[in-house]
């Protein structure tokens, strides 16, 4: 199976059940035929940008991101802990593990604004046009902090 088909059927399975780790993924995929490596897996998932949200009891479970936008969306906005702005640059503090999820649905709108970002593990740093857009976007994103 190609990688545009399988990335499809994880997005499905993500869509139609309450999936909370990456084995439980593989085993779907391995009861439908499909054989992935764990390092494969990894980078589908971050390629596709799935975030992990917690349920109403406390446990974590992989959900499919919105687009972002020019105006970062509820659950982008929801993953950032504190917003810092340098100039042109915006440093966007997360979770453990969440900043390169992050850069990946950043980088994927391909946003004329947005230049680049450089993830570290909780670090996101984003590299807008002009200190004008890094202000609107400061503003966007410490609105729900």
Known sequence: ???????????????????????????????????????TLSRDLREIGLLKLRDSDGKLYYRLSEPVTKHFDATVRSYILKVARAGFMLVLHTNLGEADVLANLIDSDDNPEVLGTIAGADTLLVICKDEDTAKVFEQDLSADL
């Open 1 to 39: 199976m190609n990688k545009i088909n399988r990335q499809n059927k994880i997005k499905r399975l993500i869509q139609e059940g309450h999936i909370s780790t990456q084995e439980e993924i593989k085993n779907h995929l391995l009861d439908d035929g499909i054989a992935v490596t764990q390092a």
